[in-house]
């Protein structure tokens, strides 16, 4: 598979989004949870281009979903990650592909439209931003780390404190971006330590998730378990302080400060 066809289809996409700075709100899905056309435009572009070239891949998306139909090849595509922020006039958002072969992401990319960042990765070749290898920081412990806590839209912010809090109180800074795709490429690229969400779609990571792993870093559930392509909870960092970030994640693990 061509990382450059992968590569091109998000910068399409997200040329799309730019041209429609703050779109429209279609439908609102719960309170802040909304959809607007410019994810619906950037969507369909993605959907048409693929199954021009790939008729018989799968397609995954968050607006418009799936087929029942089994594929050895599946595209998992989120159009706009981050439609709050592309709302309000916050440029952090991004386009975010995966294609996946029996489960498994063997391309990402994520591309940020209005800084123009392109975050790409291809199994066993490494991730680069625009062209340049990552690589995620040394840092060896919570203590001396920054962190993106985040919160699903299913879970109650009391439970998911209730989970995340040892980190909140463990680690160096605390940060909350609002795009999971973004979040994880941030980590890739040494800017920060770590990033912890309760509840995401395999949209929302799957990109990143490999772009993260091939600048050297760690991703799995937060109990520690494999992050497979399945909807669930991401815990991602360096890959240095993983074994202590998961020990603060378990029940109970008091806060230390
Ligand atoms: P979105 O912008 O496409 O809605 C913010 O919390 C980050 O997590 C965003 O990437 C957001 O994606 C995603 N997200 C939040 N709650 C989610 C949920 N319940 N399911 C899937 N993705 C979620
Ligand atoms: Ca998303």
Known sequence: MNAHFVAGLAVEAGTILERRPGARVVRVKWGTDIVTEADEA??????????????????????????????????????????????????????????????????????????GELFLAERGRGATLNGEPLRVSDAGQVGEGIFILDWGRQTSRRDT?????????????????????LDLCSVAAGQLEGFIHPGLAPWDFAAGQLILEEAGGTVTALEGGPRTIEAGSVAATNGHVHAEVLGLLRPGAAPSR
Request: hydrophobic share 45%; net charge negative; aromatic share 14%.
């Open 161 to 181: 404190f209730g989970v995340l809090g040892a980190i909140f109180y463990a680690a160096n800074k605390i940060r909350s971006f609002g795009s999971a795709a």
């Open 42 to 115: 950037s969507e369909r572009f993605l959907r048409q281009e693929i199954l021009r070239h790939y008729p018989d891949h799968r397609i995954v998306g968050e607006e418009f979903g799936s087929s029942e139909a089994e594929a050895a090849w599946e595209w998992f595509l989120d159009p706009l990650d981050g439609t709050v922020n592309f709302s309000r006039g916050n440029s952090y958002f991004a386009v975010s592909i995966a294609l996946a072969h029996h489960g498994v992401a063997q391309v990402g990319a994520v591309y940020r439209p209005l800084t």
